[in-house]
């Protein structure tokens, strides 16, 4: 996820960050290099402009220059501008304040993925706010959309309104609506059709959409690996029809930023949420601050314990703090963590998240097939074995081997780095710092 701007950002402000004395000809090269990292990003030109500028106002001031630590205090700069450029404070959606269901009108050009969109908002809205949602199939034009609505709304687990492609995709949103309210749903979602580019067409078949249905949010689902593209398409809807935010897809793919550093400062609407992969849940609230981190290296730790949150109860983790305390953390603790840890993403995506570990991995990808060795090994153990590994001898690791399709060495190394790991847990749990060079050194 923007990793090239990151990359090129990260560089551009290394040798600023390491430096006890800076001079205004320092921040001045600093900037020249971030100002080219953003156009190569494919950012808006009049965007980077001001951007910099502002940066650079601030950051050649007397209280940065004369700071103890001036090199961060301009990379602090750089954080709050990038954060301040995709909008600030994270934004969410307006919801109804009476009795009807909150509408929410999905608008797009063909190809951005908003059909999609409409079942991961669709399912982030029913697990993460607990709401009844349905959606409304109204993009009658491209073929299979409405088949595809039926499948992702059922996966997101939404009740999906549809009446086929013959007739008036208004007339199907009105009639949505009214079912919506009838069955008391808190959320409806109406998709709508897209077009290959913006024409009038589209335009007035939305307004008139939006006439019926009176939404509460009109949302823009833009493709963000499309760059300035994507900004101008935000662009020429802000001209011709009111919308509220924006929905950024794929930007898992999008190694540039282009469009999430100038969508906001173009079209002066905010990114609500952003799709980071292909699964439903790869779906999340967009926020600025967040993403500013994790463009500068700086990791994403709040997010990381959201979704560790999700992932775990009050009674569970209670569980495992005691077995922890008590010394009684087994290979199937083990094996319950991992698989929680592998439920919140691909690993190096989780990785990343964490402060300086970004910068070290770099373009390095993470192969999470290793945990699934690790997997296998572990359910070839018997359930003794799993609680009490000090059991397995020469001829259980052969046997664990042979059962899990790998070699007696990797059963020897994963059963010496649990051991490991339990002296440090012990160690830690006495309130002692674990001997760091010993587990290290396997000694």
């Excluded at 990003?41 to 209280?63: I, L, P, S, W, Y």
């Excluded at 009108?105 to 669709?122: E, I, N, R």
């Excluded at 077009?195 to 078949?205: F, G, I, N, Y």
Aim: glycine share 10%; hydrophobic share 40%; net charge positive.
């Amino acid at each position: 996820m923007l990793e090239t701007l990151s990359d090129r950002l990260q560089s551009a402000l290394g040798d600023v960050r390491s430096r006890g004395h800076l001079t205004e000809d320092d921040v001045a090269k600093a900037m020249r290099q971030v100002r080219l990292a953003l156009l190569e990003a494919d950012v808006n030109f009049k965007v980077v402009k001001q951007f910099t500028g502002a940066v650079k106002e601030r950051a050649a001031g007397q209280d940065v220059l004369e700071a103890l630590n001036p090199g961060q205090q301009v990379v602090k700069i750089v954080s709050e501008e990038l954060t301040a450029l995709m909008g600030g404070a994270g934004r969410d959606l307006a919801m109804s304040s009476g009795k009807g269901p909150t509408v929410i009108l999905m608008a797009g050009l063909q190809g951005s993925g908003k059909t999609t969109a409409c079942g991961k908002l669709a399912r982030h809205l029913r697990e993460e706010k607990g709401l009844d949602v349905a959606v409304a199939a109204c993009d009658v034009l491209r073929p299979a959309a409405v088949d595809q609505l039926v499948r992702v709304g059922g996966q997101a687990g939404a009740t999906v309104y549809q009446q086929g492609t013959d007739r008036n995709p208004v007339d199907i949103a009105e009639w949505a609506l009214g079912q919506a309210k009838a069955d008391g749903r808190d959320v409806l979602i109406v998709d709508t059709s897209g077009r290959l580019h913006v024409d009038t067409e589209l335009m007035e078949e939305l307004a008139r959409v939006k006439k019926r249905t009176k939404p509460h949010n009109v949302l823009l689902v833009i493709d963000a690996m499309t760059g300035q593209d994507a900004v101008n398409v935000a662009e020429r809807f802000a001209e011709t029809t009111a919308f509220d935010g924006v929905i950024l897809t794929k930007l898992d793919g999008d190694a540039r930023g282009g469009a999430a550093l100038s969508v906001k400062a173009i079209t002066g609407k905010p990114i609500l949420y952003a799709s980071t992969g292909e699964k439903l849940d790869a779906f999340e609230r967009f926020h600025p601050d967040r993403m500013s981190q994790r463009i500068l290296g700086m990791g994403d730790v709040q997010t990381l314990i959201e979704k560790a949150e999700k992932r775990m109860d009050d009674d569970s983790a209670a569980e495992l703090e005691r077995k922890i305390k008590k010394n009684q953390f087994t290979l199937d603790d083990f094996l319950d963590q991992m698989k929680q840890v592998r439920s919140m993403g691909p690993i190096g995506n989780l990785l990343k998240m964490l402060p300086g570990v970004g910068a070290q991995l770099g373009p390095m990808q993470v192969d999470d097939r290793e945990l699934d060795r690790l997997q296998a090994i572990i359910t070839s153990m018997t359930p003794a074995e799993r609680a009490n590994p000090k059991l397995i001898d020469g001829s259980r690791r052969r046997r664990i081997a042979r059962g899990s399709g790998t070699n007696v060495q990797a059963v020897s190394n994963l059963v010496k780095q649990f051991g490991q790991m339990q002296k440090m847990m012990k160690q830690l749990s006495k309130g002692k710092m674990p001997d760091l060079q010993q587990l290290a050194g396997g000694r």
